[in-house]
Nanobody, 121 residues
Framework: QVQLVESGGGLVQAGGSLRLSCAVS????????MGWFRQAPGKEREFVAV???????YYGDSVKGRFTISRDNAKNTVYLQMDNLKPEDTAVYYC???????????????WGQGTQVTVSS
């Protein structure tokens, strides 16, 4: 069974930075397409970023130039570096894993529990 455990969320002032981590169980981490999503109260889940091992990265329009996704296959961990945070970034952030082949905008097989990020004005 694949499990994802997120950490790194918290409270930060506007303009600050946070780095989220997602540790993934199993021995085939490099085979997974890893994504980050977020959901604010009363809003739909929003795509944030995606990464393939040895492949490209894509970002949602609202975070381009501010967020960076990266992964360390030796540690079975994916990261989301968030810089220049804004109050509208406040949400629960989720890590997700999917097959390398598939729709990277919405097709994921496993999800983490989520971690709260709150950005104050």
């Amino acid at each position: 069974q694949v499990q994802l455990v997120e950490s790194g969320g918290g409270l930060v002032q506007a303009g600050g930075s946070l780095r989220l981590s997602c540790a993934v169980s199993g021995r085939t981490f490099s085979n997974y397409r890893m994504g980050w999503f977020r959901q604010a109260p009363g809003k739909e889940r929003e795509f944030v970023a995606v990464s393939w091992s040895g492949g490209p990265t894509y970002y949602g329009d609202s975070v381009k130039g501010r967020f960076t996704i990266s992964r360390d296959n030796a540690k079975n961990t994916v990261y989301l570096q968030m810089d220049n945070l804004k109050p509208e970034d406040t949400a629960v952030y989720y890590c997700a894993a999917g097959q390398r082949a598939g729709n990277w905008r919405n097709s994921y097989d496993h999800w983490g529990q989520g971690t709260q990020v709150t950005v104050s004005s």
